[in-house]
């Protein structure tokens, strides 16, 4: 009930959509180092996930579970990169504290977090959480976009999001 009550709630939830190209961006990671979505498909398939902030309950226990199965996830070929809009020092803090093998990037403009997840009410006016999978080709093979965000994707709904996609053969 409530779900559907949300759901009627007008949020901007991005543009980007399954089957569409995705758009190139450049975000500095948690380094300040330059990091360009096309540079690293050449490698393979990347997971961009979208949170709100570092430190957070939500975010930290969604990204810690994708830094446990990080394994499971390279075994795909998947590659990670997180985005938030907090800035490349917190990015820094947060992902040495909790040993995260991907990098953050850091959106405090949020130009590429209102083209690809957008933000709403639910997240106070930062990005939605949100997972899109993107194949080598630059394509969205996988996108999902939360309405409210305590609730997230988990490790094992991506990893079989990853099977269903390999057995497709997408990835």
Known sequence: MLKRLVDKIPINKGAVKRGQKAP????????????RLYDVLERGP????????????????QLCSYRDQYAAFRDFGLELLGISDDPVSKHQHFRTKQSLP???????????????????????????????IIGKDATVLYAHVETISTMHRTSEDILVALGELKAAGKL
């Open 24 to 35: 190139d961006f450049t975000l500095p990671d948690q380094d300040d180092n330059p990091v």
């Open 46 to 61: 990347v997971m961009v996930i979208f949170y709100p902030g570092d430190f957070t309950p939500v975010c930290t226990a």
């Open 102 to 132: 991907f990098a953050l990037l850091a959106d405090p403009e949020h130009k590429v977090v209102d083209l690809y997840s957008g933000s709403s009410v639910f997240s106070s006016g930062r990005a939605n959480r949100a997972n899109y």
